[in-house]
């Protein structure tokens, strides 16, 4: 189940590695930019729910931790399946983006940090207990801080 989930990303981020190339633009910059923004929004809500557990403050529950999980990968899916990577939507006419322009000019290297990301997400999805979710844990904040700095523009 885990496998065929990370399966599935990993070949949806190479569809939109093609998609990418192939300038499929189906919505305004500013819609793909919002929905961009969004992913990333489900995906702070996430990090703060498992940090919570991590952390003490909520005791572990394997349901909380799958569904924060599964919440990052969705959020993923969604976006790749909306392609709000495409070059076609770098800037915006009204929204702001803080995609640098090396998201596009560096895709592989944007398309390995998606994988590392998938990577950390599989393994906290597979944590059973709290000790084992603090453990997988400082590599999913890394793969967000990692893919930020070489991608992200700071506000
Ligand atoms: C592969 C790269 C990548 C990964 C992995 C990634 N992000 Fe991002 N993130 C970005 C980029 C690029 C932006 C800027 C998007 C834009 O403004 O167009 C961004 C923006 C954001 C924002 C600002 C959203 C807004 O409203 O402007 C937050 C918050 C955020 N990310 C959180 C996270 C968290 C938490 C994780 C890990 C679970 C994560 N990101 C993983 C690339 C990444």
Redesign the pocket.
């Given at each position: 189940m885990k496998k065929n989930v990370a399966a599935a990303v990993a070949l949806a981020v190479g569809f939109a590695v093609i998609g990418a190339g192939a300038g499929i633009a189906a919505g305004s910059a500013d819609d793909m930019?919002n929905a961009?923004?969004a992913e990333?929004?489900v995906?702070?809500k996430?990090?703060k729910a498992l940090l919570s557990i991590v952390k003490g403050e909520t005791p572990y529950d394997a349901t909380v931790v799958q569904a924060a999980a599964k919440s990052?990968t969705d959020a993923q899916a969604e976006a790749v399946a909306k392609d709000v990577w495409n070059a076609s939507y770098q800037t915006g006419t009204s929204v702001k983006?803080?995609?640098k322009p090396e998201?596009w000019s560096d895709a592989a290297g944007?398309a390995a940090?998606?994988k590392t990301?998938d990577k950390a997400v599989a393994a906290v999805a597979a944590s059973r207990d709290q000790a084992a979710l603090k453990a997988a844990f400082p590599k999913?904040g890394a793969?967000?801080k990692g893919?930020?700095e070489t991608?992200?523009a700071a506000d």
């Open positions: 930019i961009r923004q990333m929004k995906n702070v996430a990090i990052i983006s803080n995609a998201v944007f940090d998606w990301l999913l793969a967000c893919c930020h991608f992200r």
